[in-house]
Each structure stands twice: as structure tokens, then as C-alpha cells.
């Protein structure tokens, strides 16, 4: 296997947390501002100076040589909490205009002499803006609930199938249930209003579990750690969903969407057929999971595969899950790693051949590289590295807009940016081009590559990481 040097994978920028983050403290946005991904991180401590500063969006600043910046920004609705709230996870959904941004947390209320206690209670805030900058000129509306139940973590899907745009935000919650918020806004209102029980039922059939993988005698039900949703590209009237318990059990589910043709004034009638719901245990609880596709490229001609991330057991990946669920299992190749819990991991094309690699965090300090060998059949080690703290989250950005994405690594209380070697990036752009104008010389293509674009889709043109995706195919 060919070796794979770190070097051309730097580190361009890294600040300081006021507080400290979880496994669930950041998400990506995108500013349509700025024409740019970016990163928000929510970090909280005891401290007052810590919650006044809790949330930082991570940034190029195209006003100081494309300079990583980490400005603090407030959100609205929680100023009054500014004291005394605690986030437990934050999540958004990225749009052509508009960003979805779900927080939970805790507010603790005012302290009992009597019990000497808080009393907390947990509320959910749900956002929509364009951006969000420091400044308030921003336009932000957002929602404000206070809730009965306490959620662990949060993550979206929509009401039926990606074209018909409806987004839902699914929460887990203690009991192993899941709540879902649906997007109900009008032209004039922004409103995000809780699903029925029956609504739930019908819509999300995979979420009502078998319970008896679940209950333990005089225990009760185990929390819900992650919750992965995504649509097959290849058939996109089918959502797979993959659900991970803090007791190790994961199940997977398939289910197919039909939605009615019928022109009527309310939304379009939605039926939703389980296909199958399987479960496998692991010893231990399983840190993160996450669905992704073989190739970076081509999605309608590719295998959708699950990664799977153990506080004991290393690291696991399916391939095929739709045709295979969990029978097509690929271990990482640990040999060169320490013995460690893995806490996040990340998916993207890190060396530019249409195949994704995989990125994980692990709690001793240090995120990973691996990439899949057809040959041995094993997931290898590429490239490894050290930082300050436990690797709490990973995210893929391109903070610059130029088609190259960037690593964010949020560790307990530090965000660092990785970035490609530029050296590396024009040696493919290079040999991508010379491979193009001798096409162009014998008669072939002649379309010419593009400068850039955008990775959001507004643009119809190839963006430039996917012109080096199509350059290394051919």
C-alpha cells in the first residue's frame, strides 16, 4: 500500500474554548453571507466569564489573508439564561438561504434553600438565519420551548423525502423515546411544532423499538447515544436510519416513503412502510456511528456504508448495509494504535481518488486516518496525530469556498483547523489539467474545468474538488 505522509495535512489555526464542549457541542453551517462553511461550537462551564462567551463560530477571515477567527456570537432567547444554562447539544440543518439551528440545554432556574439545590429544567431553542455573525444585524427568528422530557442529543431527516423539503428535528430522550419537532414555518411565522405520538408512529415506524432488547431487570431503559438518518441516492423514496444505545445494542432500519400526487392544499399525504429493523449488541457502549458512501463520487452508483465507533471494541464499518445490513462487517487495522476508547470519527475524500476515508477522535488525544484496502479487506492506517485533549467532535467544512475541505478537531476545550498542503492540491490540480488538455488534443472532452464554485449547490457548474474527483476517475 502506498504510504501516506501526514505532512501534507497542517495545522493553520487554533484557539482556546471559555468553556468545555461534549460529543454533541458542534455542528456546520453555512453563511450565505460569506458564500462559506463554517463551524459553531457551544462550550460551557461554572465559570460566568465562560457562558457569556459559550458559543464561537470557527471562520476564514477573508478580510485578514483567509486567517482562521473564532469570533463569540449570542443567540437570541438566552440572554436571560446567561448565568445559568448548560448546552447539551446543538445541531443544524444547512440550507440554499437559511440555517436551522437546534440547541438544547439546561437552564437551572434559581437555587431552593430548603433542598439546596437548582431547579433545572430543559428547553429547546430552534433558530433560522442566514448567518450568524457577531453583529446583530443579522435577522434571526427562533422558537423558545420548554420541554417535560430530557434530551440527549439531536439530529435531522425530513417529514417525507428530500424533495419535499419538510425538515424534522429528532431528539432522544430518556426512556429510549424520540421526539420529533417539525418545520411548520409560513411566509410570515417561524414555528417548529412537536409530532403526535400516532404522527410519529406512522411517519418514523422504526423508532417504535422492540423493547425486549432493551429492558433489563430493576434498570431502566438505557439512553439513546446517536442517531445517524440518510437517503439512499439511488433510490431516494428509502431512509435508513441507524439508532446506538449507551448498553451497545444498534439497530439499523430501512424503510421505504411513498408520497400522494394528489393536488391538495396541505401537505401532500406521506405512508411509510418498515422493510426490515435488525440489531446487533456490542460490549460496551458505541461512542458514534455515522452512514456514508464507498465512493465520493458517482452517489447513484455506490454502496452505502456504516461506521461504527466503540468505547471498547475499536472501530467497525458495514459496507452495503442495504443489501447486506450487518453481514458484510470490516475491522480497522488497530495493530499501530494504542489501546483507546474512540469518540467521534469523520468521513470525506482525504487524498482525492473518489474513494472516502475515515477520520476518528479518540479520547486519548489523537485523531486517526484510515483507508480502505480491497485487497486485505481491512481498513489501514494512514496518518496519525496528537493533540492537547480528548477529540471531541470532527467536522468537514470548506471554511474558504474553494472546493478543498478543511478538518475541524474540537477537543475538550480547544478547536483546532487542519488544513491541505497547497503544494499537494497543485500537484493534482496539475496533473488533472495536463490530463485534460491532452484530451483536448486527441479529441475528447471538451468541456473546460472550472475555477471553483460552490460545494452547496448553488452553482450548476463541477466545484474543483469535484472536477479532481472526475480528472482521478478518468
Not at 477529540?391 to 472546493?403: F, I, Q, T
Request: charged share 20%.
Amino acid at each position: 500500500m502506498e504510504v501516506h505522509p501526514k505532512s501534507w495535512l497542517w495545522e493553520g489555526f487554533s484557539v482556546k474554548l471559555d468553556g468545555i464542549t461534549n460529543v454533541y457541542g458542534s455542528t456546520k453551517l453555512f453563511n450565505c453571507n460569506r458564500k462559506a462553511e463554517e463551524v459553531l461550537v457551544a462550550a460551557t462551564d461554572s465559570n460566568e466569564k465562560a457562558l457569556e462567551n459559550c458559543f464561537r463560530i470557527v471562520r476564514f477571515d477573508r478580510a485578514d489573508n483567509l486567517r482562521g477567527t473564532a469570533p463569540t456570537v449570542e443567540l437570541p432567547g438566552l440572554t436571560e439564561f446567561q448565568s445559568s444554562f448548560t448546552v447539551l447539544a446543538v445541531h443544524s440543518i444547512p440550507k440554499k438561504d437559511v440555517n436551522l439551528i437546534c440547541v438544547i440545554f439546561i437552564n437551572q432556574v434559581e437555587e431552593d434553600p430548603e433542598n439546596e439545590s437548582l431547579d433545572q429544567k430543559c428547553c429547546i431553542n430552534i433558530y433560522s438565519a442566514p448567518s450568524v455573525d457577531d453583529a446583530a444585524s443579522t435577522p434571526v427568528d427562533y422558537v423558545e420551548q420548554v420541554v417535560t422530557f430530557n434530551p440527549t442529543n439531536v439530529t435531522d431527516a425530513f417529514l417525507g423525502t428530500p424533495e419535499d423539503d419538510q425538515n424534522v428535528f429528532l431528539i432522544p430522550c430518556e426512556n429510549s423515546d424520540v421526539h420529533i419537532f417539525r418545520n411548520c414555518s409560513t411566509d410570515q411565522l417561524f414555528k417548529f411544532s412537536e409530532l403526535s405520538h400516532d404522527e410519529s408512529q406512522k411517519l418514523f415506524p422504526e423508532f417504535q423499538f422492540d423493547r425486549r432488547f432493551l429492558e433489563q431487570v430493576d434498570q431502566p431503559l438505557p439512553l439513546i447515544m446517536w442517531l445517524d438518518v440518510m437517503y439512499v441516492p439511488f433510490a431516494e423514496h428509502k431512509r435508513l436510519s441507524a439508532i446506538a444505545w449507551e448498553n451497545g445494542n444498534i439497530q439499523l432500519a430501512l424503510t421505504s416513503i411513498t408520497t400522494s400526487q394528489e393536488n391538495t392544499t396541505e401537505s401532500p399525504p406521506i405512508a411509510v412502510e418498515l422493510l426490515f429493523a435488525k440489531v446487533i449488541c456490542f460490549d460496551g457502549p458505541v461512542t458514534q456511528l455515522r452512514f456514508f458512501t464507498s465512493k465520493a463520487v458517482d452517489l447513484g452508483n455506490t454502496e452505502i456504508n456504516l461506521v461504527v465507533c466503540t468505547a471498547l471494541e475499536f472501530v467497525y464499518v458495514y459496507h452495503d448495509v442495504v443489501n447486506s445490513s450487518f453481514s458484510k462487517v470490516v475491522p480497522f487495522d488497530d495493530s499501530s494504535i494504542e489501546a483507546d476508547c474512540v469518540l467521534c470519527c469523520a468521513v470525506y475524500d482525504i487524498d482525492m481518488d473518489c474513494q472516502n476515508e475515515i477520520v476518528i477522535g479518540t479520547f486519548y488525544q489523537q485523531i486517526a486516518a484510515f483507508k480502505f484496502s480491497p485487497v486485505k479487506n481491512i481498513y489501514e492506517l494512514m496518518w496519525e496525530r496528537k493533540y492537547p485533549g480528548p477529540v471531541r467532535a470532527l467536522e468537514v467544512v470548506d471554511l474558504s469556498n474553494d472546493g478543498v475541505h478543511d478538518l475541524i478537531v474540537v477537543t475538550n476545550n480547544s478547536v483546532h483547523i487542519m488544513q491541505h498542503n497547497i503544494a499537494y492540491i497543485a500537484q493534482i490540480c496539475k496533473q488533472n489539467l495536463l490530463a485534460f488538455v491532452k484530451r483536448l488534443e486527441t479529441g475528447g472532452e471538451t468541456t473546460p474545468p472550472p475555477v471553483g464554485g460552490l460545494n452547496k449547490g448553488e452553482d450548476d457548474s463541477l466545484n474543483a474538488t469535484a472536477y479532481l474527483h472526475k480528472e482521478a476517475s478518468n
